[in-house]
């Protein structure tokens, strides 16, 4: 067999080749080794994550002999004393930062490793604020708040995971609330008379047969005799309603029950509408002119209200949970307090004001009520009983008349009902009274009375569906 010179170079160097690549990977080979079988012997159980300045234990089979830390600045490691063949290891977070803990225990060559990750507490508040509804991201120095919240409980959270990751003037906030809606606020204010209800009360103990009514928690309050026990039943109720809440479904047949024995009277019943976290007024008056001194001899007037006054402010927090601010005001004229105003030849007694008001937050479900009490006004009035002409004589005219004095007191009651509801869709017709059938009589006499029966729901004028 014959080999040209070529074959012979070409085959000498695949050879050649084959026995330096080999020769290499044995070089490389070797030294690493040692490292693999080093690594091999390390046990680890897992990473830690720590918040700077919290502490943490940690549990080892044995008694710890020796510790070493990667970067001592980050983490403080301390040996705590051995209890039934348990060691506790104590790690103390310095700062933010990633480092290595290796424990060797008793007499065993491997040691155990932990990789402890420490995180400031604006970096902890952060990473939880992520998993929120509207999730919070630092963008230079500033907190933002994105995304959507399904109500106002969920962007309360993120507002404050927000404040929780640095200063709380750097937060921008550009998340949207799904469920915002509007608010019916329905307000009815009543003043109840307490002396009346005293007397009624002094009448209602003296009979033997006991009546009940149905209060707004449900139970039924036993009273006295006749119609009269179930006012006096009512009447603690509200005396003692601040911060009462409950369903309102009975209120108005008990208010009325009070209103028709002369014990209560309805000042005002508005109804408001307003956008969760805006505010509505009301103001149901007059206003009282009051001069006052220019300067240089001329004068002014102003006016100051007076009357029922009402604002509020409600907050849908959930589409069950409404939060609702209100302040109510009530003022009324009262000329005992009368100041007289001089005005050239005239003198003009001006009246003062008498004021009640109150300013609460409260947080109830849709659809309940919520009554504000105690607002009480007192009164003293003067009755004089005199005989004509002879109680007016000098000296001996004392003899002929009498004065009785009686205090009027009156408590003012303001019961809240907030509900949530939504605009009429787009071109819904809305029937008016007088635009429902009237097909009665075509003729519109009696006579179709007669001929055709009385009419039904449906066929009655001034009534629709």
Known sequence: MKFSVNQIFSAFNRNATQVLTAAVMGLTLVPMQPVMAQS?????????????????????????????????????VQILPLEEGVGDILLVA?????????????DDPTPKRWQV??????????????????????TGGQAVVTGRSSNMVEHQRSTAAARATGDSDKIIDTSVINHSGMVQVEVKIVELSRTVMKEVGIDWNSGTSRAGITLPNGKIMEGGSGTWGAVS????????????????????????????NGMARTL??????????QSASFRA??????????????????????????????????????????????????????????????TTLMPALSVRKADTTVEMGEGESYIISGLVSRQTMANVSKMPFLSDLPIIGSFFRSVSYSQDERELVIVVTPRLVKPIAKGTELPLPGQG????????????????????????????R
Do not use: C, H
Request: glycine share 12%; proline share 8%; charged share 20%.
């Open 285 to 346: 008056g007059g206003e009282i002119p009051v001069p006052e001194s220019g300067g240089l001899g001329t004068q002014t007037v102003s006016y100051k209200p007076f009357g029922i006054a009402l604002t509020v402010t409600p907050t849908v927090l959930s589409p069950s949970r409404i939060a609702l601010k209100v302040a109510p005001e009530s003022s009324e004229l009262d000329y005992a307090n009368a100041i007289p105003v001089v005005s050239g030849d005239q």
């Open 117 to 138: 990750s420490v995180v400031s507490g604006e970096q902890s508040a952060l990473e939880s604020a992520k998993r929120l509804e509207a999730p919070v991201r630092a």
């Open 94 to 106: 310095r700062k933010p930062g990633v480092t290595d803990v290796q424990v060797w225990v008793d």
């Open 40 to 76: 091999a012997g390390f046990t680890r159980p897992g990473g830690l994550g720590m918040v700077v300045d919290t502490q943490r234990m940690i549990k080892v089979d044995g008694s710890p002999a020796r510790i070493a830390v990667g970067n001592p600045a980050v983490v403080d």
């Open 233 to 260: 039943s009512f009447a603690p109720a509200i005396s003692n309603g601040f911060s009462l809440m409950f369903d309102s479904r009975n209120f108005g047949a008990k208010l009325k029950l009070l209103e028709n």
């Open 437 to 464: 059938k009237e097909n009665l009589n075509e003729a519109g006499t009696a006579w179709g009375y007669y001929l055709v029966g009385p009419a039904s729901g449906e066929q009655m004028p001034g009534f629709s």
């Open 268 to 277: 005002a019943e508005p109804t408001l509408v307003s956008l969760s976290g």
